[in-house]
């Protein structure tokens, strides 16, 4: 991550946005400003967008928020992060993200794999309970009975879980 904060292209931003929001790398990508408020710290993904097709809410942390950079007058269907200066407003492309990885020597890394470190980092070394580290990930429960009566997305304590992972990460963003 320090690797990672060193370089300021918009694939690096982009890959250390989706490190801290324990994102898919497709959910970044198409990240709108219309799904963004800065002032909540929030960042809404609509259900079309996501896997299990159900909205999810995700907390912004201050690291996270500095990595969007300015809105300045973008449209809300504009893409948050994207691939060129000639294409303002049009998300990046799917494998911008792997190539920051590569070009930093390091092949044995995933984009996606920083979800299960991030799976593996709250289950080992933190007293977050399940049903928020798997809210964070935007899993679905397998118990049909405990989903039917799974009603809070538990937003209040992971915005501090997310704070807990950011320290953790200790991402240093460029100022």
């Known amino acids: 991550m320090r690797d990672l904060a060193e370089r300021q292209s918009v694939a690096a931003r982009a890959l250390a946005f989706t490190v801290l929001t324990a994102a898919r790398s497709g959910e970044t ?3 709108t400003w219309g ?8 960042w809404i993904i609509p259900a079309h967008r996501m896997k299990a097709a159900k909205e999810h809410r995700v907390p912004l942390t201050e690291a996270a928020i500095a ?10 269907d504009d893409a948050v992060i994207y691939g060129s200066e000639a294409t303002p407003g049009k998300p990046i492309s799917d494998m911008r993200m792997t190539a920051v990885l590569r070009r930093m020597n390091r092949s044995d890394i995933t984009v996606h794999g920083f979800r299960s470190t991030f799976r593996d980092w709250a289950g080992e070394t933190t007293g977050f309970p399940r049903e928020v580290i798997e809210t964070a990930l935007a899993h679905g429960l397998k118990d049909k009975a405990e989903a039917a009566y799974a009603r809070s997305d ?14 953790a990460v200790r991402v240093h963003v460029a100022a």
């Open 29 to 31: 990508r198409g990240m």
């Open 35 to 42: 799904e963004v408020d800065v002032k909540a710290r929030l």
């Open 67 to 76: 990595l969007l950079g300015q809105s300045g007058k973008a449209m809300p």
């Open 154 to 167: 538990h937003i209040v304590k992971r915005r501090k879980f997310m704070e807990a992972w950011a320290a």
